[in-house]
């Protein structure tokens, strides 16, 4: 193990071998770190936190940090982190609070870049970009490949669909859909589907046409929510990724924003 004589790694902590922790960086006595994990510098990790393998954590990253909620007395709630993650400068990660759930939960393959802040019992998939100074609030979902643009605050208990892309500065107080291009002029509106996006994933013509059909009734009709998805059932769902996209929204609590 390479440990920096000025890093503080407390007893209890799983430090593999294989890990390199480097200077001024604190460890508590609940953190269990994966194989090859690299601690820059002056990087706090704290309470019930695990993490995968072969994460990367800047200087000034602090995770697994209290929540910044008001009810939380101290219960011993952590955050899970998969493999292969990328966390930058002074990026903040809330544990768990007791009444959320108890975890705050990273998937795996995430960039998150400088100054995020991923609030208490919060979910994000795999593959998802959090640009610089996106901030989740508490009990948000990120769904997988999604990315979230600079400067983009968003609302508690929000959903984030999968392969959505939100421009930054955007405001999100509602679901974003997923696969749709989302940003802020004056107000915050989906104005299509991510194209450049779900190409760069391999989505085929055919699903991408199946999508377009469905976000043209849902975004550029004149039917409301609830009568595009009836034409869309009524006209027969074959396409998964339609199938998915109708079940979101019939499941969101926030409503969508269109």
């Not at 749709?180 to 046409?209: C, P």
């Not at 199946?210 to 929510?225: G, P, T």
Request: aromatic share 6%.
């Amino acid at each position: 193990m390479s440990v920096h004589p000025t890093a503080i790694v407390a007893p209890g902590a799983v430090v593999p071998d294989s890990c390199s922790v480097g200077p001024w960086c604190t460890i508590g006595a609940h953190v269990v770190l994966g194989e090859e994990c690299d601690l820059v510098s002056h990087v706090v990790l704290d309470g019930h936190l695990t993490a995968g393998a072969r994460n990367r954590f800047y200087p000034f990253a602090c995770v697994g940090v209290s929540p910044q909620d008001l009810k939380y007395r101290g219960e011993p709630t952590g955050v899970t982190l998969g493999d292969d993650n990328t966390i930058r400068e002074s990026v903040t990660i809330s544990r768990g609070t007791a009444g959320g759930g108890g975890v705050t939960r990273i998937g795996s393959h995430c960039l998150i870049m400088a100054y995020t802040h991923i609030g208490h019992d919060s979910v994000v998939g795999d593959h998802c970009i959090l640009a610089n100074s996106a901030t989740l609030a508490g009990h948000v979902t990120v769904e997988d490949y999604a990315t979230v643009g600079a400067l983009c605050p968003v609302h508690q208990f929000c959903r984030i669909g999968r392969y959505a892309y939100i421009g930054g500065g955007s405001t999100i107080t509602q679901d974003v859909l997923p696969y749709s291009l989302t940003s802020a002029t004056r107000e915050v509106h989906a104005f299509s589907i991510n194209k450049v996006g779900l190409e760069r994933r391999g989505f085929d013509r055919e699903r991408l046409r199946a999508i377009h059909r469905a976000f043209r009734l849902l975004l550029a009709s004149k039917m409301n929510v609830g009568q595009a998805i009836e034409t869309l059932r009524a006209e027969g769902i074959d396409s998964p990724d339609v199938s998915y996209l109708v079940d979101f929204v019939e499941k969101s609590t926030r409503g969508v924003i269109r």
